[in-house]
């Protein structure tokens, strides 16, 4: 009995034993806890119930320079269903109902939302896609739906909102407004307007600090945030949406016309530089429909062909090597150095004519004869003409990806001798399209080179925050008498030289035809193919825009493959129709005569705008036009869907006014 009392009392011992250990353990464990590892857990804790949360910045809008809106932020919705959530009860007396006003809305049979409703509650689905790409009128109307007018914890709706970028003229101009997006390598490409001037446009982001609560829900821990989001500024863009409407369709009328397979136009103000049209349609090889792919206006340089012969004319009068009345003779349209000949588009050349003449009629034979021969013991002299005026550099465009020119320097360890000949018929060196437009703007705008503009000014409302004014590439490309035989020149060449189809006694055009072969030196000539430009200015005595259009390999089946016959017509379609389609000036008679109908309008609008106080008025029936200057008034920024009158607003009348606070008219 002792000995079995005796190993009763070691069991106990032990036990005790083993609990003072744990206990130690115990107590070594919460002591390094608390003073050595106490940081470390007070910030695992702190990390996974409080945490900051981004407050998107609004972005700024993109404008054209006569106030329509080219790019701008609208909210987009997606509806998904917590089958969970919802009781039995009301599941089964509402679904129904839902899939009946989802069908409505959305278009598909009730039966579809019936089905996907109940496969969702009998799977016990917490995240069903119902809708997605809904707009913020169609989102307000879905979370007022029978259940989902419940909320999220007992009606199982799950709202999901993310911001687009919309551009309400469509595919006009959409390379050059532009984008910022990730690409499949996951790199953020930047684009046109929106990626060259991001830093103005995206604003800057806020931050606010939550704590989590119940059912994964997060709080504000405080009132105000920790950084307030700074919205984006404006940029007004110098494109002319009714310009670029008439560039945009006379060259896609052509590029189908001809099969070609890509095609560019630009319209320039001459006196400013700023880019009033630019449209760059490639096809699509699948559907044969063309889209804005490539900035090729921008990025792609090329062998000019004849617009580079406006560049001999310039070097050849300015150094007074020979005046526009030197005779040479054609020799038959073929003329050879070094092996390699040179020959004229018309068989059998032109015979003897003028310097001038071979302008006109654009015979490389005339042209390459009289560079070739005043500058062949110095062609750098030449190829300094061509410096000097900056045609060997990038215009310095704010666009990623600009094409740069090739103009070979004497100095190259490739230079031959055939260069320089090469060069008087615009091969051998490259330009981008933009580039050789500068160009003839120079001409048009009496010697001033202007860099091309596309941005006038960034705006925060109605506050100007960067204006950018003209800047001067070169003041003076040559003298005025060389730029007034030029202008002659280029006003010959329209009305009888290689632009003669495109002659209008009506109106008046300047410009140079140019039709280059491109990869003429591959595998023997199979992929040779022809680039075809116009580019000049109009009215021709008085000049207002300068315009250039390229077109790439028209189909050569048609025979018609001449600068003249496929990028000329472009010209001259959008010229006219710029002039013939303006807006009237004829003065307005009885201008001060009162009208019943707008004063009756007026008095309603001015009475509306007395009574409001510090509330949200109540816009609907109201003119869109008069409900924005009303909201603006109070302080508050408006955003606006569709013409007409007020529909439906975001914010319902008698909601206090917050100043800067943004309002979404929906316009019948």
Known sequence: ????????????????????????????????????????????????????????????????????????????????????????????????????????LLGKPTSHYQSLLRKARANKSRYTLIAEDLSYTEYSKIKKFPLFNKGAYKGGIIVEQKTVREHPIGKIAERTIGYERIDESGQLKRVGIEGAFGKYLNGKDGKVLKQK?????????????????????????????YIQDIAHHALLKQLEEYGAEHGCVVVMETKTGQVKAISNLGRDEKSGNYYETINYAVAESHEPGSTFKLIDMIALLDDNKVDTSKVYDSRGGIITYRGDKVRDSHEGGYGKISLGRGFEVSSN???????????????????????????????????????????????????????LPWMAFGYSVAMTPLQTLTLYNAV???????????????????????????????????????????????????????????????????????TAQANYGTNGGSEKHYISSFVGFFPAEHPKYSCIVVVH????SMNNYYGADVAGPVFKRIAQKIFTDAPSTNEIKNLDKKVAKQETKYQEYFTKA???????????????????????????????????????????????????????????
């Not at 130690?24 to 050595?36: E, G």
């Not at 709080?219 to 007004?236: A, F, L, S």
């Not at 003409?385 to 020119?405: A, D, S, V, Y």
């Not at 390999?553 to 050569?556: D, F, L, Q, S, V």
């Open 1 to 104: 009995m002792a000995v079995e009392d005796k190993n009763i009392s070691y069991r106990i011992y032990l036990m005790a034993f083993i609990i003072f250990l744990m206990a130690l353990a115990i107590t070594i464990k919460l002591t390094n806890i608390q003073w050595v590892e106490g940081d470390y857990y007070r910030k695992l804790a702190k990390d996974r119930t409080v945490k900051t949360f981004v407050i998107p910045a609004n972005k700024g809008n993109i404008y054209s320079s006569d106030g329509s809106l080219l790019a701008t932020s609208i909210p987009n919705y997606t509806i998904r269903f917590d089958a969970v959530a919802p009781k039995s009860e009301d599941f089964e007396s509402k679904a129904d109902s839902l899939a009946m006003s989802l069908s409505k």
């Open 365 to 419: 034979t005339i042209l390459v004869q009289a560079v070739y021969e005043n500058y062949k013991n110095n062609p750098q002299e030449f190829i300094d003409r061509i410096n000097k005026m900056g045609l060997n550099k990038p215009l310095g465009l704010p666009f990623q990806g600009e094409g740069k020119p090739i103009v070979h320097q004497t100095s190259d360890k490739n230079w031959n001798p055939n260069i």
């Open 444 to 514: 048009a705008n009496n010697g001033e080179m202007v860099k091309p503009q596309f941005v006038s000014e960034i705006k925060e409302w109605n506050k100007t925050i960067k204006k950018y004014d003209k800047q001067i590439i070169n003041p003076k490309i040559c003298s005025d008498a060389t730029i007034k035989k030029l202008k002659s020149l280029l006003l010959n060449v329209v009305k009888r030289g290689t632009g003669a189809k495109l002659y209008s006694k009506d109106f008046s055009m300047a410009g140079k035809t140019g």
């Open 553 to 556: 390999k028209p189909n050569t």
């Open 610 to 668: 007395q009574n409001v106080k510090n509330t949200i008025p109540n816009l609907k029936g109201m003119p869109g036009m008069d409900a924005v200057a009303l909201l603006e008034n109070l302080g508050i920024k408006v955003k606006v869907k569709g013409i007409g009158k007020v529909k439906n607003q975001s914010i319902q009348a008698g909601q206090p006014i917050i100043k800067n606070t943004i309002i979404t008219l929906e316009l019948s």
């Open 213 to 241: 609560i119940a059912k994964g829900q997060w709080k504000p821990i405080r009132d105000q945030n920790e950084v307030d989001p700074q919205d984006g500024y404006d940029v007004i863009s110098t494109i002319d949406v």
